[in-house]
């Protein structure tokens, strides 16, 4: 199996975007029905450690994550303690919300949004030592605020060996997976599309609660994906680590950059140095392989089997800021504090159908929602581990946003503005392009898309690319999706869009550019749900 075996990839691709009605034509599963997975999991006869259940009700202004890797937080941190830790995982990726009423359909909800509710994403940790914890990896369980303890010992330099980086000043590590029946159950060969995007939202979760934790954080989508199965205690082919988040202290020398050793290192050498182990969770049922035979293929050939494939760098994408484009500047920032905490707990998608009010939206929130998505962030896929911003653009279509024309515009990563590509009313193309009626698009002030180039990113990365690409796509919308929760706006991410419309409206090339999400923002009816949905807040 080769992460190289690029036609892999390309007929994912092409199956997953392009020819979406004939894949959902092969067939779903049905919700609600005997064996569906549960939404949380739980690991059964394994040490569990209680997290604090007092959290903080307050951590800051959100904007302060983007500018620079923790070293705008409350404090920097030197060190990881038991509350600190209880936080970030809490405000990562906690259950938040539960709903109860005769229109319910998905009761549980967490910090981060979820097709359906079903969170096929699970977040773990390596941490070499806090306080009372013993070292080693853990599960972190969403439903009681806790930890599993699934491998205790010291496992630093087997770890950093797969990362491809030195974890001897580390704080800890978070691994981000897919457990892909969680979604595959419904959607199939679909789930590795949507467990991507959704990995890359709780990825976008975790760096806005670290920046504000005074943590610093290096994003790794490459490593020895059997290494880290191994290590975790995953089930091959059930579930893939997909992301790992090394933790050091914000503004010092000690961040982890990328250490290759001068030999190169296989995946199965290091895997002789670690013993198996299978922890038990509870489960209604098991992976339909032969029904999920494209996202096994995919997944399969997207892994890295030796250290000599983790010194893939990616060049700076080239500016597009012509000096003859019409171009719109922001005003001034957002004078008030726009609060994470808050924002986290009021972030929403809406109603199962989503027909935002027809109302203008200032140009100062339009603003203040959208200048931050592309903000750099520190990951393996440059040199040295430097900030830099996602590898894709975000295009976004003005429907009604005060003093700023309709029409398609580009956010340039290089001067920051808003480059007008076409000025007209979009409104009902908007509401062509959704393919399905859970969305007006029609009646939201703006939408947004990010766009990438799967054949350039390919070219470099491989089959992986797919899904770097749409952890990236995941993380701007959850920025996204934050910011406008924070001036009581919704935003509905969706994948249901037709996909030549939504290029022929946004100008880009038939297969050079991919939009990748369709996220459209706008303030929900007040009626939406009303009487048939109570929404209870969870607060530790």
Not at 35 to 46: A, M, N, T
Not at 285 to 313: G, K, V
Not at 354 to 372: D, M, Q
Not at 454 to 461: C, G, V
């Amino acid at each position: 199996m080769s992460n190289q075996d690029r036609q892999i990839g390309l007929r994912y691709l092409q199956a997953t975007y392009y020819d979406l009605p004939q894949l959902f034509a092969e067939g779903q599963g049905e919700e609600g029905m005997p064996g569906e997975p549960l939404k949380f999991k739980i690991y059964r006869g394994v040490p569990h450690y209680s997290l604090g259940q007092q959290l903080p009700l307050y951590l800051g202004d959100l904007r302060r994550a983007f500018g620079g890797q923790g070293e705008h937080g409350q404090q920097r941190r030197h060190s990881l303690d038991y509350q600190t830790l209880s936080c970030l995982l809490y405000y990562s990726y906690g259950f938040s919300r539960h709903d109860s009423g005769l229109a319910v359909r998905w009761p549980f909800h967490r910090l981060v949004a979820s097709a359906r509710c079903f969170f096929p994403a699970e977040l773990y940790a390596w941490l070499p030592a806090v306080e009372s914890l013993p070292p080693g990896f853990y599960h972190y369980d969403n439903l009681h605020h806790g930890l599993a303890a699934l491998r205790q010992g010291d496992y630093a330099a087997l770890l950093g060996a797969a990362l491809g980086c030195e974890l001897a000043e580390s704080l800890g590590v978070l691994f981000v997976s897919a457990y892909f029946w969680k979604n595959a159950f419904r959607y199939r060969n679909f789930s590795y599309r949507l467990c991507s995007q959704e990995v890359g939202m709780v990825i976008g979760n975790i760096l806005l609660v670290c920046g504000l934790l005074g943590l610093g954080v290096q994003v790794h989508y490459q490593f020895l994906d059997r290494v880290l199965i191994r290590l975790l205690g995953l089930e091959d082919g059930e579930e893939s680590p997909f992301a790992a988040l090394v933790l050091y202290p914000a503004g010092g020398e000690r961040a982890p950059a990328k250490r290759l050793p001068a030999g190169a290192v296989s995946a199965d050498a290091l895997l002789a140095e670690i013993e198996a182990l299978a922890p038990e969770h509870i489960r209604l049922s098991t992976l339909d392989r032969e029904r999920c035979q494209r996202l096994l293929e995919i997944d399969q050939h997207s892994r890295l089997e030796s250290s000599a494939e983790l010194a893939i760098s990616l060049a700076p994408v080239p500016s597009t800021c012509a000096e003859n484009d019409i171009r719109l500047q922001g005003p001034a920032p957002w004078p008030e504090e726009l609060e994470l905490a808050q924002a986290l707990h009021r972030r929403s998608s809406g109603d199962t159908f989503f027909l935002p009010l027809a109302r203008p939206l200032s140009r100062e929130t339009f603003w203040e929602i959208v200048r931050y998505s592309l903000a750099p962030y520190a990951s393996d896929l440059t040199l040295g581990g430097q900030m830099r911003p996602p590898f894709l653009e975000l295009f976004l279509a003005l429907n009604n946003v005060v003093d700023i024309p309709a029409g398609i515009y580009r956010l340039c990563q290089g001067c920051g503005g808003l480059h007008l590509l076409e000025q007209r009313a979009v409104a009902a193309q908007l509401q062509a392009i959704h393919s399905t009626p859970a969305v007006n698009c029609g009646s939201a002030p703006f939408v947004a898309y990010p766009v990438a180039n799967y054949e350039d990113l390919s070219a470099s990365l491989g089959n992986r690319a797919y899904r770097i690409m749409n952890m990236e796509c995941g993380l701007v919308a959850q920025r996204l999706c934050v910011l406008s929760a924070a001036f009581g706006l919704v935003a509905r991410c969706s994948d249901s869009y037709h996909l030549d419309r939504c290029q022929q409206l946004l100008g880009l090339d038939e297969r050079a550019a991919l939009p990748l999400f369709l996220i459209a923002v706008g303030q929900e009816r007040p009626e939406a749900g009303a009487g048939a949905r109570y929404r209870h807040s969870i607060r530790l």
